[in-house]
């Protein structure tokens, strides 16, 4: 709880506390406070500029005349207040404690466009229906040895060399050449208790994937946003530069961000999406919210691909989807439905690639599973085989 929390800040040898959010293309942004002055001060909330919700990929403003966050604005705080339910400790930074923020204006209203806030409110919406939301993720990206020279303005990109070259799906040879960036990856995710499932080599050259455990939705993003963050970090101290770019390269497959989900009914705690009697144990409730997800695909597609790069990497026999489209255990689908039992019967949602925001791209997804619920809608026939053309 919060005040064994705070003990253990207190103990602490870290001199700072780190409080975090995201912005909207998913990075971290946040700020580094001494732990005196946390201690005496979280209750009331730490300043961070509103513009923090203006700013592109590479940090600066999208627009000096934003009504909303601009210059215009005059760049009024926001507050930020620790989420006590977030915290960790970065162990590789030496025992900094880390808070996700939960954001308010001056008036103590949530942000409109604050990604946790959003992704919030569709849980809610869930659990006002009955519903807790459950969620895992696969994250891909690609991995390239620094050179000396590199600096993000003067580099040609297409120069990087990938720490391993060929199509190495599955290998268990590529990972030894660079064990100890690989094991440092585990280790350290281990101690931020972000319960990996799998690791392992994938199709593109220097392409790795992790699929982190189903958890809460909005635990399930923050896990999401650590991890990019994390793999940003101690990447450094080993030569390397990652990418979480859809499509690094036109040669070679991109890299998804798939997002498996279910939901628990909250009076019994089982799996609404299973059920035994149907062929294909897929409940009346699961039919619906896959329906919803497929209908409202196009209009919500810029939550899964939100950068121009992203649509590069929707080509097909790349095992990215390139079509609305549902089926059984496929997955050259974009809804790939998994219904073996009742404790794991979900849906895959392979739309995203890893340069999502994973709180946008799970609250769009929810929300519009719910919306195929509460209209009922009907699901359309499942693909047999390819989905992509003959």
Known sequence: DTAHIIKEIEKSKASVVKIAQVDTAGLFRGKYISKQTFLNDHQDGFNMPCGLYDVDISGHLLSDEGANFGFNSG??????FPDFSSYKVIHHEGGVPLFMALMKDQKGDTIFCCPRTILQKVVDQAYEMGFAAQVGIELEWHNYYKSDDFTPKNYEYSKLKPIFEGSTGLSL???IKNQEY?????NTLQKLDIHIDTIHSEFGPGDYEVAIRYTSALQCADNAALFKQTIREISQK???T???MAKPSADESGSSGHLHQSLIDISTGTNVF???YDPNRMSRVFKHFIAGQLKLLPELLPFYAPTPNSYKRFVDYCFAPTSASWGMDNRTTALRVLASNAKSTRVEFRVPGSDLNPY???AASIASGLYGIKHKLELPPAIQGSAYPD
Request: glycine letters at 0%.
């Open 75 to 80: 760049i009024y705080d926001f507050k930020a």
């Open 173 to 175: 040879v590529a990972p």
């Open 182 to 186: 690989f094991h440092d990856i585990i």
């Open 238 to 240: 080993h030569n390397i």
């Open 360 to 362: 946008f791209a799970i």
């Open 274 to 276: 299973f059920d035994k």
């Open 242 to 244: 990652p990418s979480f």
